[in-house]
Structure formats: C-alpha cells, structure tokens
C-alpha cells in the first residue's frame, strides 16, 4: 500500500504485483505478430526497486530491439537510482534520483513522434508530475518510428539480445500498461489524493 503521509488520507492499495528475482533473469516477452503503431504509444506501470543502490545495475522495464526503459544506478549520482529511456542512445536520462527502494513510483513514458515540439513527443510522468528537467534530453525526430510495437520480442523485467538475458530486475511491478497508438497521461492509469 502507498499511505498518505500527515493528512491522515487513506492508504491506495497496488494489486497483482509480480515480483522479478534479478538472481533468476526474470522477464516476461511477447511477439507481435505484426508491427503497430510505432509513432504513438504510452508505457504505464507501477515500480518498486528492491535491489537497493548498486553501481552499475539497469533493472529493464521495458525492452524491445534497440528501445529501452531503465533504472540505471548511477554511480555519478552516489548509486542512486534514475531513469533512462534510450533508442539507438540516450533519449531522456532524469536529473531527479529516486533514492527510496522501498516506495512504489508510478512511471508513465508517453510517447507521440508525430509532434511538432520536440519536447512533446516523449513525455516522461513519475507519481502523476511531469518531469521536465533532465541531465540528457535527445528528443526523436518528427514522425520517427521507434521500436516499441514493431514485430519483435517486447520484454518487462530482463533485456533480451541475441537470445540472451541481461539487466535483470529485482524488484517488482505492477498495473503493467502498452497502449497502442495513444499518447496518455498519468490520470488515465492512476489515482492521486
């Protein structure tokens, strides 16, 4: 449960979680059959990083061909966790740390290549804000097709290259979106209070 803190709100309760043992190489994969929308899509999911600060470790959220979504322990930062999406290089990389391993975060990767403002074309949401300031900002062209909804392996969890595991998760997830062909915000998957 996530609890309110002073205000004496009530607690919001996270569901069905599954729990990724990074000793094990966790993920979980699916195939398209066909690619979709590779445009506009949006990545939501509930995250708890029990794995503690260690330099060097990338629990995968998300992986498919060369798209990533990633917490990366940095060890610039002190090991603490960021956030990382990445397509061929860097795409966004947070300047906030999310120190807790403990707390859930909900993250929510927004994505819409179509859009004439670079800055509004991946969107990054964690807890419901925003976040507008990183250490690295490369914002994908106009109308480029990333590798999110092409027809090859989607993983959560793990990365997979060349039919290999890698970056394994410890930690757990929960209310795991992909939407296809929509950009969304956080108010369509979570509750603030």
Do not use: C
């Not at 569901?15 to 066909?34: E, K």
């Amino acid at each position: 449960s996530i609890v309110a803190g002073a205000s004496g709100a009530g607690a919001y309760t996270i569901d069905q979680s599954l729990r990724f043992n990074s000793g094990d190489d966790p993920y979980l994969s699916r195939t398209p059959a066909t690619a979709s929308n590779r445009k506009t899509w949006t990545w939501s999911s509930w995250f708890k990083n029990d794995t503690g600060s260690v330099a060097g470790q990338s629990p995968t959220l998300l992986y498919t061909d060369n798209f990533q979504l990633f917490v990366h322990e940095d060890a610039t930062a002190g090991n603490e966790s960021k956030l990382y999406g990445y397509q061929g290089g860097t795409i966004l990389k947070t300047s906030a740390r999310y120190r807790d391993p403990g707390a859930w975060y909900h993250i929510v990767l927004s994505v819409d290549t179509t859009q004439g403002t670079a800055s509004d074309r991946v969107k990054l949401y964690v807890n419901g804000n925003q976040v507008t300031v990183f250490d690295t900002a490369n914002y994908p062209t106009q109308n480029a097709d990333l590798d999110v909804n092409n027809n090859a392996i989607h993983t959560i969890g793990s990365s997979y290259y060349s039919s290999s595991v890698s970056e394994s998760m410890g930690g757990y997830l929960a209310e795991v979106y992909l939407i296809d062909g929509l950009q969304l915000t956080p108010a369509s998957f979570a509750e603030t209070n």
